[in-house]
């Protein structure tokens, strides 16, 4: 199992999972769409080879920033401002020394003196400074005289109590996970925290259980009254009769009255109170999942489909615990209490008869609580395939995902007939029972009217009352489902609530202020690092990592895909803690001395795949800060930076324009930028680059990487890439293999080594 959209993998190795997936399909035209460019340049020759082999004998369509990529095209066309400006071979191209030739030298690697001559460098430099100046030249700035203000939301607050971290023992955290997927409900239990919850409600629950408990009583007075109408229109005497009947009619009327206004009292308030269950339970579940550490996401069981139908269906159906559902079954309960009792008062041989029959309802209510189905795993398909439809459609899945998806409603549709079955038979039996009792309470009363035992309007109060019981007994039984229901979500949303987050910010660690005053050291520090997945405990991928980040030093990390060095940067920000080892900003311990808060808030990250939100450009990157309200013109600012300024301006509502879902409106070296610009606009400690500009042509690619290299300055900042023309200049270039660092040092020094980065310096040039 892979996580969702691929996230135990790393960029690399999604890539060429994808790749295996297009090739697999064997299609008579292949689209690649910058098909390498997450790849190590060694692992994207092993896999360039395989792609020009795949594309012998079909039609194929490159779309590519790195020219080793298409320098083999049998047609290479150079696209720009929508326009095809040259097209050729390569050779045909690099002879006309325009566009493309200038892009193919800007994207040369720096030699090391002693290896370039001087007639190259002059070349290089020269085609480079051509390059930049005609690309400055192209970029316009429009002043917008508008400042953006941050809107901030209403939260909802809670009390709760300080979350301990668990201990780091991977074994103990898995049972201790499914220790709580495998525990059973406790319904009683479950009911009471439910109610706790409502505390806020409490008056409207109070005042909805009297109304209820109203209503249930209302129905054995009118049986009286009902009883008394045939004594009445017994009367010999006319007068009387039409006295007494004048009297119970207004008795009718008032009652009626009565019944209405507690009717909407006890629907009003459960409901009332049963939507505000709702909306706190939403925001509880809410705060929960998102205060989960990172690698909880990682499980299958917690996809966004999943964790969506929890907090839509699941939210909403504990309202029936303490709403409607909960004030049905009171009544009722109220209903039949006072039915029995005034049919004892009447005739407790008569009651006794009629009471035959509730076994058979209540065993109907017990055995129809046993049936709730759920449909999680259905919701789990369908978002999963409705958020990727564009790999779906392209790779012409959609019969495949209908089948899942219909096989996952079948089943549930399984579970429905078997619960639908079953409540028909006892359906029918429960309105067949009534009048049944009807018959035999009509018939021995009768008897005891003849025996003197009884006068005949106490038949119909016994009668009515009892059978008015029975019934509204026997109509709870619509309201038991839900109530169930209600008590198995409130149960799983318990879990939610009641799992404590392996990565958790310190509770009050107290360090001596003398020994960090000792700490001289200022930067990052990794110490014997040692890390696996939590969802792939055999695969060690760090392995003892040293790696020291002094202040205002950019150090890169480089090395084949897959090697950790992703790991190192989602280490930093607390996605996950080390299995072993410590880490460090300055002379803070990120699991001890600060807060999650306080560590990211240190941190600005541009990653290789970003993702934005379905906002406005504008929105995107004001995005980055949250800590105060970012202006129209910081929002510019750091998009001029990340040479994002000249596109959006061109887009027909500028900095106005909604991304789409995930920035499907823009290419990749468009969101990219917007990524770079977002991360800018926090003015963060440390910037943390990982792939910052794979995604982007070498011409922009340099634009980006000087705004990059000026925001590094008097920065400390981590980089990932593994075009080396990118961290050529850092301070430190650190290879990265096995989970350890295996060399370091500056690009010439390591060049010198003749090691692991000298062979990845030759492959890339040779490319």
């Not at 790749?19 to 020759?45: F, G, V, W």
């Not at 071979?89 to 493309?100: G, R």
């Not at 049986?223 to 109408?229: L, P, V, Y």
Request: with cysteine; hydrophobic share 40%.
């Amino acid at each position: 199992m892979i996580g969702e959209r691929g996230s135990q993998l790393s960029g690399g190795q999604k890539q060429r999972i994808a790749i295996a997936r297009a090739l697999i399909q064997n299609p008579k035209i292949l689209l690649l769409d910058e098909a390498t460019s997450a790849l190590d340049y060694q692992s994207e020759k092993q896999v360039q080879q395989a792609l020009d082999l795949a594309s012998k004998g079909r039609t194929t369509i490159v779309v590519s920033h790195r020219l080793s990529a298409i320098r083999g095209a049998d047609k290479i066309v150079f696209i720009q401002d929508g326009k095809v400006l040259e097209e050729g071979s390569h050779d045909d191209l690099m002879a006309l020394e325009s566009a493309y030739y200038r892009m193919v030298r800007a994207g040369d690697i720096h030699m090391p003196d002693e290896l370039q001559t001087e007639d190259e460098e002059t070349t290089i430099d020269d085609a480079k400074r051509k390059s930049l100046a005609l690309l400055e030249k192209s970029f316009e700035t429009s002043p917008l005289n508008f400042e953006k203000g941050a809107h901030k939301e209403n939260s909802v607050q809670f009390d709760e109590p300080i979350v301990k971290p668990l201990p780091k023992d991977s074994n103990a955290l898995k049972l201790q996970d499914a220790a709580t997927a495998a525990e059973k409900p406790n319904f009683f239990h479950t009911f009471a925290r439910i109610v706790r919850l409502s505390r806020p409600e409490w008056c409207y629950l109070v005042l909805g259980t009297i109304s209820a408990i109203a209503v249930g009583c209302l129905y054995p007075a009118f049986s009286i009254i009902f009883g008394e109408f045939y004594a009445a229109l017994a009367e010999q005497d006319p007068e009387d009769a039409l006295s007494r009947t004048a009297v119970l009619s207004w008795a009718c009327l008032g009652l009626a009255f009565v019944t209405g206004l507690v009717c909407f009292l006890q629907t009003y308030l459960f409901n009332y109170a049963g939507i505000w269950l709702t909306t706190r339970m939403r925001a509880m579940t809410f705060k929960a999942m998102v205060s989960q550490e990172v690698g909880w996401f990682d499980d299958e069981d917690n996809s966004v489909g999943a964790l969506s139908a929890r907090l839509s269906g699941e939210a909403a159906g504990v309202q029936g615990a303490i709403g409607y559902p909960l004030s049905g079954m009171i009544q009722a309960l109220s209903n039949f209490t006072s039915s029995v009792t005034v049919a004892m008062y009447y005739n407790w041989k008569l009651a006794l008869l009629c009471l035959a029959n509730c076994p058979i309802i209540v065993g109907s209510v017990i055995l129809e609580a046993k049936y709730v189905s759920l449909i999680e795993e259905a919701c789990r398909i369908a978002t999963e395939s409705i958020t990727n439809i564009r790999t779906v459609a392209g790779l012409r899945r959609e019969a495949d995902v209908i089948r899942q998806y219909t096989q996952e409603i079948h089943r549930v549709e399984g579970l429905i007939h078997q619960k639908l079955r079953w409540r028909g038979v006892l359906n029918s039996t429960m309105q067949a029972s009534a009048f049944f009792a009807y018959a035999v309470a009509l018939c021995y009363g009768g008897v005891l009217v003849s025996e003197g035992q009884l006068p005949f309007q106490d038949i119909i109060k016994v009668s009515e009352t009892l059978l008015y019981g029975s019934m509204m007994l026997a109509q709870s039984l619509a309201f038991t489902p839900a109530f169930s229901a209600a008590l198995v979500a409130g149960h799983r949303l318990f879990q939610i609530l009641d799992r404590r987050p392996r990565i958790v910010s310190p509770m009050g660690t107290i360090r001596n202020t003398l020994a960090k005053q000792l700490n001289l050291f200022e930067g990052v520090r990794y110490r014997g690092i040692e890390f696996r997945y939590p969802t792939r405990p055999d695969a060690k991928i760090l392995q003892g990592l040293d790696l020291e980040v002094l202040k205002g030093q950019t150090v890169a990390l480089v090395g084949h895909s897959g090697c950790g060095k992703s790991t190192c940067v989602q280490l930093l920000q607390r996605y996950y803690d080390p299995d072993e080892g410590s880490i460090h900003i300055d002379h803070d311990d990120i699991q001890h001395d600060l807060t999650l808060e306080g560590v990211r808030s240190r941190l600005g990250i541009v990653s290789q795949e970003p993702t934005l939100f379905e906002r406005s450009i504008a929105e995107n990157i004001a995005y980055g800060d949250n800590r105060r309200s970012v202006s129209m013109a910081e929002v510019m600012a750091a998009a001029k930076s990340a040479n994002a300024h000249s596109f959006i301006i061109s887009l027909p509502n500028g900095y106005d324009t909604r991304m789409g879902a995930r920035g499907t409106q823009l290419s990749g070296g468009q969101k990219q930028r917007i990524a770079i610009a977002r991360a800018l606009v926090r003015n963060p400690k440390i910037l943390l680059l990982d792939e910052a500009t794979s995604a982007l042509d070498l011409q922009s690619e340099q634009l980006v990487q000087q705004a990059l290299d000026s925001a590094c300055s008097g920065r400390t900042c981590i980089v990932i890439a593994h075009r080396l023309s990118t961290v050529q200049n850092a301070d430190c270039i650190c290879v990265v293999q096995n989970g350890r660092v295996v060399e370091q040092g500056t690009h010439l020094e390591l060049i010198s080594q003749r090691g692991i980065y000298a062979k990845l310096h030759k492959t890339q040039k040779d490319h």
